[in-house]
């Protein structure tokens, strides 16, 4: 969201206290702590390191097509 979005991120919503970090509900929050470790420059790593591993996923699953069925046209 930061990358994305940052005038619509407020991290001081999340308060001060602890957060629940293992992504179960309520908190839905995984790994470090946003409030420490979130900035634009990690959203768009993030962004840049799951592009590069659909485009991966997509180039292997259209190799594993039969030729004729590979073309866009």
């Known amino acids: 969201m930061m990358f994305f979005y940052p005038h619509l ?19 839905g929050i995984g790994g470090q702590d946003p409030r420490k470790h979130a900035s634009v420059q990690v959203g768009q790593r993030n962004v840049e390191l799951a592009a590069e591993a659909i485009g991966r996923k997509a180039q292997e699953l259209l190799a594993s097509l039969p030729e004729k069925h590979r073309s866009s046209t």
Do not use: F, T
């Not at 991290?11 to 957060?19: D, K, M, S, T, Y």
């Open 9 to 27: 991120v407020d991290l001081a919503e999340l308060g001060e206290g602890p957060i629940n970090l293992d992504m179960k509900p309520p908190s």
